[in-house]
């Protein structure tokens, strides 16, 4: 059975970093997107991050964190990462892990259709 258990949320001050964690348990996730989601209360999941490999081409972030926020990933313990710098009031929210739904897609995706398997969440508070 597949479990994806985020860990690392917390409550930060504006400007602060904090990083998230993820570990799968079940099958191997190397060649399917791992990716990071948010959501805010009464609004619908939105895309925050992914990443197949370490190729360039393979991880895509949203506009609203690139180059504040870093994706990676540990193959051998089935893991993703999500360090978060600079942030911002904004970025309060609870994030969810996220596993791809195929395994070996040619191209990054960020439509939370595409993602079959989730963490519980993890709140991020950042204070102004």
């Known amino acids: 059975q597949v479990q994806l258990v985020e860990s690392g949320g917390g409550l930060v001050q504006a400007g602060g970093s904090l990083r998230l964690s993820c570990v799968a348990s079940?099958?191997?996730?190397?060649?399917?997107?791992m990716g990071w989601f948010r959501q805010y209360p009464g609004k619908e999941r939105e895309f925050v991050a992914t990443?197949?490999?370490?190729?360039?081409?393979?991880?895509t972030y949203a506009d609203s964190v690139k180059g504040r926020f870093t994706i990676s990933r540990d193959n051998y313990k089935n893991e993703v990462y999500l360090q978060m710098n600079s942030l911002k009031p904004e970025d309060t929210a609870t994030y969810y892990c996220?596993?791809?739904?195929?395994?070996?897609?040619?191209?990054?995706?960020?439509?939370?259709?595409?993602?079959?398997?989730w963490g519980q969440g993890t709140q991020v508070t950042v204070s102004s």
């Open positions: 079940g099958p191997s996730f190397s060649n399917y997107f």
């Open positions: 990443t197949r490999t370490w190729n360039e081409h393979m991880t």
């Open positions: 996220a596993a791809d739904c195929v395994s070996g897609r040619p191209s990054s995706t960020s439509y939370n259709s595409n993602y079959c398997y």
